[in-house]
């Protein structure tokens, strides 16, 4: 396994981290033997960056994490992610009615304890703030995840689809250690101005969905999701984008299998390619898309194979916002 430094810390990290998520939640059924199988062998392989957040499955993606966590404490890095809530109690994805967000300091000193009490540790490697909260000056938010740390909950702070504004406003009040956003072939929008400030700033990417939530690999099979399937809300996999996003997908999986690779694990590489300060966490509850992933840190872009890339997502523009209306109001930029 290949390492890379987070942030200003010091600490080293796995290139690619495992995102938990669409083990309890989102795309499709649950199946908890086959996601801890796939928490012990990202172990063996040497990832110890996994990700959660407590809105998934409303906090059940935490206590299946747990089950692994908690008898290799010393082997993991645990991230979470905070401010998501649900007005029913009934776990959704971000853009639907029933969820709102709440970045506010009484919730945080509540969202802080339950995390660490599903996952049953004393403190959580990095702590992010799932996204800015419209109501609550960014401040005031990152002011309360500073009392974490001092009280010892906490290591280190992050944000997620922070602007460059709430960012240094953020990084004023405490060190920002990761921001962690969307980011892939598809979805670049952070370059311009968000990429650049935390690199100034000394904050490590860590991107989310950087195989364009299973594109690639996915695209010709959105006819069988579930309805329970986040990705049937999504604008790439519905009608008006989804020929288009089609064709581009068979493109880049040609592409890649002309040099013998998978057209994720050549999406991944991309990602891995833009820098050290690059931490991706793909999402899988499978053994073999793991094994998959871990792959992809062992191939060489040229400049040559980026201008073929860049030219093939050229001739495909009209791939669609990667959120829903809802979830896109939710975004700070």
């Not at 959580?124 to 010892?152: F, Q």
């Amino acid at each position: 396994m290949k390492f890379r430094k987070l942030g200003n810390t010091g600490q080293q990290l796995s290139a690619i981290g495992l995102g938990c998520m669409g083990m309890s939640f989102a795309y499709g059924p649950a199946d908890e033997q086959e996601s801890i199988s796939t928490l012990h062998k990202a172990l063996d392989l040497g990832v110890n960056f996994w990700d959660t957040a407590d809105m998934y499955a409303n906090g059940e993606n935490e206590k299946l994490i747990s089950k692994v966590l908690v008898p290799n404490r010393d082997k993991i890095f645990i991230a979470t992610k905070f401010g998501f809530r649900f007005k029913d109690g009934k776990a959704s994805h971000s853009g639907a009615p029933g969820t709102y967000f709440d970045g506010s300091s009484e919730w945080i000193k509540q969202a802080v304890d339950q995390s660490l009490q599903r996952l049953k540790i004393d403190e959580i490697d990095l702590y992010y703030a799932h996204r800015i909260d419209p109501n609550v000056p960014v401040e005031e938010t990152v002011g309360a995840m500073a009392d974490l740390v001092k009280a010892g909950k906490v290591k280190y702070l992050g944000l997620s689809e922070a602007s460059a504004e709430s960012i240094r406003k953020a990084n004023k009040i405490h060190p920002i250690t990761a921001l962690q956003s969307e980011y892939s072939l598809l979805t670049k929008d952070i370059g311009k101005e968000i990429l650049p400030t935390i690199r100034e700033l000394g904050i490590t990417l860590v991107p989310y969905s950087p195989l364009a939530r299973g594109l690639f690999s996915n695209i010709n099979e959105v006819q069988n999701f579930g309805d329970d399937d986040f990705r049937k809300s999504l604008p790439r996999y519905q009608q008006e984008n989804l020929e288009n996003n089609k064709n581009l997908a068979q493109e880049i999986n040609d592409f890649a299998a002309s040099k013998g690779v998978k057209g994720t694990q050549l999406a991944l590489a991309w990602v891995l390619n833009q820098g050290e300060d690059i931490i991706p966490i793909p999402g899988t509850k499978r053994i073999k898309y793991l094994e998959e992933n871990i792959a992809a840190t062992q191939i060489e872009l040229s400049a040559s194979d980026v201008e073929t890339i860049d030219s093939i997502l050229k001739k495909y523009p009209n791939i669609g916002e990667r959120y829903s209306e809802g979830s896109m109001k939710l975004v700070n930029n």
